[in-house]
């Protein structure tokens, strides 16, 4: 108490038990104590926050975490907090918790001295004694879980991926055979992917194996407990598996090997040995294996065959199989046998089987030994042959050979086999006495120690050339005395000897005689042919010239006898008449035979397709040119006709000869073919262009000279016999064309080859009106027009009265130019043309007509030639001539010539 001064006047006090207070305020203590050290020993992160983030409690794992005392923080924010990169995270599940008043959770992570660790936040809003919202945020360090997650899961995918990379199908089943996991090999076997597959039943996926061996082997395993083998076709795939099951914690490890590879060797393997037995008894050879070791013998069916029993029918063993040879030959074959196992050495041994049938049959037995890896003989295999038919053929030809030996010995001319390197190594008793030397200083020595020097390298060569071409040659030689040699004819040949090697055999003729009388007969064959020719050549103009004025006496004497006549002048006129006949048929005679003693060449005519024959030459060259590198190109003017009239025959014939020499004499650039057309008149020009040799212009004189050459040395070195371009050149002439040549040495050769081939005729146009039928009298045929082209005056009139005793008229010209001229002034139904006249024949001049007049004004056109043969008939047709009449000219085959000639609407309009 104080007085009003200030000062103590008195104390006052008051005493209450507090006791209870105490010890509940120390028991609170207590609690709170041992909160405190569950809290801070709890093993995880602790803190409470008020809802603006003020921080009421931190337990001692929470300030470790953070590296902070805890009771130095308390109070401050949340967000000041040493957090790190779990700031977010927590901070986040925070204002969560506080939004949604609920528990929230999630991962974060957070360095805890230099090392990342890994923690499970838990945000738990709690209410608090004044009301206000706290929220606990509880941190569990799952650091090592995670490890061990990452770790687990580490090692699944070490494990599918080590199942991936096994070459086997891997399915894991539970016991219900629902599949819980497979690798990419049993995907692969069920056809779908993996993930397809995991959690169905396995025999949901393959329901054929549902009642199969396999089912039964995964119920054996389950119950069992124990590994089960068992093997499983995939008709899906036609493979085969052999498939290991193996109980496993709750259910069962299954694993698919493909042995389809191993399957199909076993398959052919006994395929194989089939065949081989096949082959065996075909070849008849039979197979045996002996283990040197034990003595046990393998013996194949044919090798007891070849013995003469049965399959199995002795006993296998080496002593019991030398006991089917005959008795004389045993001991020398077990010798053998024993020798190859000594010496470690393949052995061929033959010998002689004795049959039970009692036969002898010659075997061949083979034998290799077999050591270990110490050089130790283990075993010896080897075969047997039967050859008893090759033997027999053996002798039989050596009897045959020492038959044709003494064949040859007495075969009257030489006879010898010379050996690749000149060493004869058969000669004759004739070519022995021919070289003046016994045969045991002849044979096995070189021929060159008796022939002089020239005939000696002459024969090596054709020796040579024999083993090098491998063909027959038949040549003539000469030998003996140079003042007085004979003339041989000797034929090489190619012999095969031993090891494929090629000897020269020959034999040869004595021919001088007869080469003798071949000069004769070629003497007198030259004189006989010159003679003939001239004959022929004689002939063939007489009768020509004969037929001419023929026909003036046969036409006079025709129209004679239209006129007024006494009997005695028509009985003259019959006489003139019969005696032209038979002089007539002579001449014909004496022409046929003429020309057959001339050989002259038959030619067709006919349409041909002019590209195709080009293509066709240029096909039958191409590989030749081809093997040598060379171009082959073909060029055909566009402009040239497509279908022309000729031989196509004989044109292909020289095309190829030509190209032929082309591709022979060019070892390397190029080959051209070009072929133009010439309107004006008709002819196809084929030039064969190449870049080969060429030739001087001393070997281009020769090269048109039958059997002849360029130079004789290409005989050699190219062959032929140098016919090719003189038949080429006469095969162009026959068809009215020339083969020319031209050449540079070294720098190629051009070869022109010019036809007169015609464009083939159109088919018939309505511009030419068909023949009409004339039934009047030959008198009211004046209508047509009639150009008669003739150079024989004689004959002019003899024909122009024949046409006036026929009523027709007509003019006349003397020459194929004029009746061209003619032509073309003014038109003609009918033209009457002599084949030979001067300045153009009528085979030209009917060309031209053909060619240059246009179809309105096409003449028909007769021929009249002193020629009667079939091939002059042709000659005239192909040049376009409509009809045939050979002089003489008889009044009754002119008059139904003319009847079959139509009148030109052409003329008419003129007229």
């Not at 009249?864 to 042709?874: F, G, K, M, P, V």
Request: charged share 25%; net charge negative; proline share 5%.
């Amino acid at each position: 108490m104080h007085d009003d001064d200030g000062k103590v006047t008195a104390a006052v006090g008051v005493i209450a038990d507090i006791s209870e207070r105490k010890s509940a305020t120390s028991a609170l203590h207590e609690n709170q104590a041992r909160y405190r050290d569950l809290i801070d020993h709890a093993g995880v992160a602790i803190g409470v926050f008020t809802s603006d983030g003020a921080i009421q409690l931190l337990n001692a794992e929470a300030g470790r975490v953070l590296g902070v005392a805890p009771q130095e923080v308390l109070g401050s924010r949340l967000a000041e907090l040493p957090l790190n990169e779990a700031a977010p995270g927590i901070l986040a599940l925070f204002a969560e918790a506080l939004a949604t008043g609920k528990v929230v959770h999630g991962d974060v992570h957070h360095t805890l001295r230099g090392q990342q660790r890994a923690f499970w936040v838990s945000a738990s809003p709690l209410p608090s004694a004044s009301g206000e919202s706290v929220v606990q945020v509880i941190a569990h360090d799952i650091s090592e879980r995670k490890r061990m997650e990452e770790h687990l899961q580490e090692l699944s995918a070490q494990t599918s991926s080590l199942l991936d990379s096994i070459t086997e199908a891997f399915i894991a089943i539970d016991r219900d055979c629902t599949i819980r996991y497979i690798n990419r090999h049993g995907a692969a076997l069920l056809g779908a992917p993996p993930q397809a597959l995991v959690d169905r039943s396995l025999w949901e996926v393959i329901p054929e194996a549902r009642d199969g061996d396999l089912h039964v082997a995964l119920l054996s395993a389950l119950e069992e407990e124990a590994p089960v083998e068992v093997d499983y076709h995939a008709p899906k795939s036609n493979r085969w598996f052999a498939v290991r099951v193996y109980p496993s914690p709750g259910g069962l490890s299954t694993y698919f090997q493909d042995v389809t590879e191993a399957r199909t060797m076993e398959l052919e393997s006994r395929e194989h040995m089939r065949r081989l037995a096949a082959a065996e008894a075909i070849a008849h050879l039979g197979s045996w294996e002996l283990d040197i070791a034990t003595g046990a013998c393998y013996l194949s069916d044919e090798f007891y065959r070849i013995c003469g029993y049965e399959p199995g029918g002795y006993e296998p063993t080496l002593e019991r199989a030398l006991q089917c040879l005959v008795p004389e030959e045993r001991e020398y074959i077990a010798d053998q046998v024993n020798q190859a196992i000594a010496n470690r050495s393949p052995y061929r041994v033959e010998g002689r089987l004795g049959l039970p049938d009692g036969t002898i049959r010659w075997v061949q037995s083979l034998g290799e030994v077999i050591c270990d890896e110490s050089d130790t003989p283990v075993r010896i295999s080897g075969s047997l042959l039967d050859i008893h038919e090759r033997k027999e053929a053996e002798r039989a030809l050596r009897e045959s050979e020492a038959r044709f030996a003494a064949f040859l010995d007495h075969f009257p001319g030489p006879a010898f086999l010379h050996g690749a390197d000149g060493r004869v190594l058969f000669a004759n008793r004739a070519y022995c006495e021919q070289i003046g030397r016994p045969a045991e200083r002849v044979v096995g020595r070189s021929f060159r120690e008796w022939l002089p020097p020239p005939q000696a390298i002459e024969c090596e060569n054709q020796n040579l050339e024999i083993i090098r071409d491998n063909h027959v040659r038949t040549h003539e030689q000469l030998t003996g005395d140079p003042a007085a040699p004979k003339t041989c004819l000797v034929t090489r040949f190619p012999v095969r000897g031993a090891h494929d090697a090629i000897d020269v055999g020959g034999i040869a003729f004595d021919i001088t005689a007869r080469k003798a009388l071949e000069a004769d007969l070629r003497r007198a064959r030259d004189a006989a042919n010159a003679a003939s020719q001239a004959k022929s050549d004689f002939l063939a103009t007489m009768s020509h010239e004969l037929r001419t004025p023929l026909n003036a006496v046969i036409g006079m004497a025709e129209l004679l006898k239209h006129t007024a006549l006494s009997a005695q002048q028509e009985k003259y006129i019959t006489t003139i008449q019969t005696s032209s006949d038979l002089l007539l048929a002579l001449i014909s005679d004496v022409l046929d035979f003429s020309k057959i003693e001339a050989g002259e060449l038959d030619l067709e005519s006919r349409s041909f397709e002019l590209r195709a024959c080009v293509l066709a030459a240029r096909s039958l060259l191409a590989q030749q040119a081809a093997d040598k590198g060379l171009e082959l190109t073909v060029d055909v003017d566009a402009s040239a006709p497509a279908t022309l009239v000729g031989d196509a025959t004989r044109v292909l014939q020289i095309l190829v000869n030509l190209m032929s020499n082309a591709v022979k004499f060019t070892e390397r650039g190029r080959i051209d073919l070009a072929v133009a057309h010439t309107p004006d008149t008709d002819a196809v020009t084929f030039k064969i262009r190449d870049t080969g040799i060429g030739m001087s212009p001393d070997q281009q004189a020769r090269i048109f000279k039958p059997f002849t050459q360029a130079d004789a040395s290409t005989s050699r070195q190219y062959g032929g016999t140098g016919l090719g371009l003189v038949i080429s050149r006469r095969l162009a002439r026959a068809m009215g064309g020339e083969l020319r040549l031209e050449s540079a040495l070294g720098r190629g050769s051009t070869f022109t080859l010019e036809l007169p081939l015609r464009r083939a005729a159109p088919a018939p146009t309505p511009s030419r009106a068909a023949p009409p039928n004339f039934t009047a009298p030959p008198g009211e045929h004046h209508a047509l027009r009639i150009l008669l082209a003739e150079d024989n005056p004689t004959n002019q009139v003899v024909i122009l009265g024949m046409l006036k005793a026929l009523g027709y008229r007509a003019d006349a010209v003397q020459s194929g130019q004029a009746a061209l001229e003619a032509i073309n002034e003014r038109p003609y139904d009918v033209v009457l043309m002599d084949v030979q006249m001067p300045e153009r024949d009528g085979l030209d001049t009917t060309r031209l007509i053909r060619h240059e007049l246009a179809d309105a004004r096409q003449p028909f056109i007769v021929a009249l030639t002193a020629h009667s043969a079939d091939d002059d008939r042709r000659r005239c047709l192909d040049a376009g001539m409509d009809a045939y009449l050979s002089k003489p000219i008889r009044i009754d085959r002119l008059a139904s010539t003319l009847t079959r000639a139509p009148r030109l609407r052409a003329a008419s309009d003129e007229r």
